[in-house]
């Protein structure tokens, strides 16, 4: 145990060995007991056993049990502490008292009770969780006391705070959460005290981008090395005069941070911004301009289409012409043929057989009578076209119309005595051609 009874005081182990003879007096003394459960205790100190008191016999002592937990960093920092805490409680009326129960199963290293205030200070490791701290604040919350937190860090620096270099837990959350978001830290090695307080700079109005583009907002704590013996208490928690000072020029100085980088975050967006413009600029030039060339490919591949288009229907219609020529010329010379054959024979043509034309008399077609009547009603466009062929010297013409004849109506009779009379002026030829198959159609 840190501490015992003597004397109806409190007595350190660390104060016995302060003086030789008060050393030799209170390891034979008898008068010693517990602060927690009263049996006698007796002081102990060798060459590698650091001073304490202890039971005379085992016993269930909470507080024995509390002080064979504690560390030697966590011994050392409550001595260092211990001086300069009851100087601050004597500054402002504080009472200090050590190792005190508040919450229950829980020693609180440190209380200063005031009239209208009271801290409960706990020393911390890298051990304590975010939740331990949590559950802690709310329980100390109920009892009325404000919270502290003392962290003990394996490697405490003056550079901006770190996760990965400091107790994350308890001084991000001291940070985050005391009174002024400060925390005092004890490096484990060196044994140096440190103050980080965090700067709470309004970041309201910063764009999305902030977060990604300024190096500067993680650098949000500022760090620096004190001495004990400056350190007081106010109503938001431990403080040191340097510290508050440089804490200003800190805060200062991030501020002036912030303001040149809107103020070139600013520029920058409006460099972008004119850039972009630039680029939108030419982008629609160069749009245009292929837009331009577009067309003119359009209109050059239209006019090359209309010209392939033009020359081939040239080609086609000079084809189709020659076709046609060439097809007028074979019927002229057909015609010619079968005219001269006509008035050379006086025969009909027919079929074309190896060559040469199949020639009939007028009266070899009227010779035999068709079988059957397998001919339509005739109308006079019926009549006229198998006249057109008689005319052409055609025998399809003659055996058609004779076919007819031997079959004809009354009414198709009156139909071709009109056409033969209208004849009769123009093609006597045609007429007599006619008559002789009417004739013929009678006697057959």
């Known amino acids: 145990m840190e501490k015992c009874v003597y004397k109806g005081e409190v007595l350190y182990a660390y104060q016995v060995l302060q003086n030789f003879d008060f050393e030799q007096e209170i390891r034979s003394c008898?008068?010693?007991t517990c602060c927690d459960c009263g049996a006698p205790v007796f002081f102990k100190h060798g060459k590698q056993r650091t001073e304490c008191f202890a039971h005379y016999k085992r016993e269930d002592c909470k507080y024995n049990e509390y002080c064979s937990k504690q560390s030697n960093i966590f011994k050392h920092t409550q001595h260092e502490l211990y001086n300069p805490l009851q100087r601050i409680?004597?500054?402002h009326g504080f009472v200090l008292e050590e190792d005190v129960i508040i919450i229950r199963d829980h020693y609180t290293a440190f209380v200063l009770r005031g009239d209208s205030l009271k801290y409960a200070i706990d020393i911390i490791d890298t051990a304590a969780t975010s939740s331990t701290l949590e559950k802690r604040n709310r329980l100390y919350e109920a009892a009325g006391y404000q919270y502290l937190q003392i962290t003990v860090d394996k490697d405490a620096e003056s550079e901006p705070f770190s996760e990965r270099e400091m107790a994350y837990f308890p001084v991000k959350y001291a940070l985050n959460k005391s009174l002024n978001h400060?925390?005092?830290v004890i490096d484990k090695e060196r044994k140096d005290w440190f103050i980080y307080i965090l700067d709470k700079m309004d970041m309201s109005g910063l764009p999305e981008s902030f977060y990604d583009l300024a190096d500067w907002y993680d650098n949000d704590a500022f760090a620096m090395s004190i001495s004990l013996y400056d350190l007081d208490i106010d109503t938001h928690g431990f403080f040191t005069v340097a510290s508050s000072k440089a804490?200003?020029?800190f805060c200062s100085y991030r501020r002036s941070q912030k303001e040149n980088w809107l103020k070139e975050?600013?520029?920058?967006?409006?460099r972008q911004r004119k850039q972009a413009e630039e680029v939108r600029r030419q982008a629609e030039i160069k749009r245009q301009e292929f837009e331009r060339r577009l067309k003119e490919e359009e209109e050059k591949h239209r006019q090359e289409t209309e010209r392939r288009?033009?020359?081939a229907e040239a080609a086609k219609l000079q084809a189709t012409q020659e076709a046609e020529l060439k097809r007028q010329h074979r019927i002229d010379d057909e015609k010619s043929e079968i005219a001269r054959i006509h008035r050379t024979t006086g025969g009909y043509v027919g079929s074309k057989i190896n060559g040469k034309y199949e020639i009939s008399s007028l009266e070899s077609l009227t010779s035999s009578r068709?079988?059957?009547d397998w001919l339509c009603e005739y109308q006079r466009s019926h009549f006229m076209e198998r006249i057109n062929e008689i005319q052409e010297f055609k025998q399809s013409g003659i055996r058609t119309l004779f076919a007819k004849l031997c079959y004809i109506k009354p009414s198709e009779i009156s139909i071709l005595q009109e056409i033969v009379s209208e004849l009769k002026n123009t093609d006597s030829e045609t007429v007599g051609v006619?008559?002789?198959l009417m004739k013929r159609a009678r006697t057959i």
């Open 30 to 32: 008898h008068a010693l």
């Open 370 to 372: 068709p079988s059957r």
């Open 265 to 270: 975050e600013a520029e920058r967006r409006e």
């Open 247 to 249: 804490y200003g020029s």
């Open 89 to 91: 409680a004597e500054k």
């Open 309 to 311: 288009q033009a020359a």
């Open 434 to 436: 006619i008559e002789y």
């Open 182 to 184: 400060t925390a005092i």
